[in-house]
Nanobody
Framework: QVQLVESGGGLVQTGDSLRLSCAASGRAFSTYTMAWFRRAPGKERTFVTSISQYGGSIDYADSVKGRFTISRDNAKNTVTLQMNSLKPEDTAVYSC????????????????WGQGTQVTVSS
């Protein structure tokens, strides 16, 4: 497993941007599919985006497509989520996750999770 630590959350206004980072420690970061999930208040955790081991396959939830961009740097063991044109409905705790699988939206297949970072978008 890898240990994951997110950073970059905060309080922003509608239309603003935020950049979340996830730093991984442990071995073989490049063998993991990485993803971001989010949990809004009172709701289930949902898939946001994933990126394959070397970035060749990227998937986005329809709700963020065209606004969010995921990237990774295997040399630095980091994955980044650039969030633009933020909306109040993007308010959630965002968690980084790692899986030893091909890219997937199934949270059950991710065996390493960060503690989460809060993103709040005011209207």
């Amino acid at each position: 497993q890898v240990q994951l630590v997110e950073s970059g959350g905060g309080l922003v206004q509608t239309g603003d941007s935020l950049r979340l980072s996830c730093a991984a420690s442990g071995r073989a970061f490049s063998t993991y599919t990485m993803a971001w999930f989010r949990r809004a208040p009172g709701k289930e955790r949902t898939f946001v985006t994933s990126i394959s081991q070397y970035g060749g396959s990227i998937d986005y939830a329809d709700s963020v497509k065209g606004r969010f961009t995921i990237s990774r740097d295997n040399a630095k063991n980091t994955v980044t989520l650039q969030m633009n044109s933020l909306k109040p409905e993007d308010t959630a705790v965002y968690s980084c996750a790692a899986a030893r699988w091909v890219p997937t939206r199934d949270a059950r297949l991710f065996d390493s999770w960060g503690q989460g970072t809060q993103v709040t978008v005011s209207s």
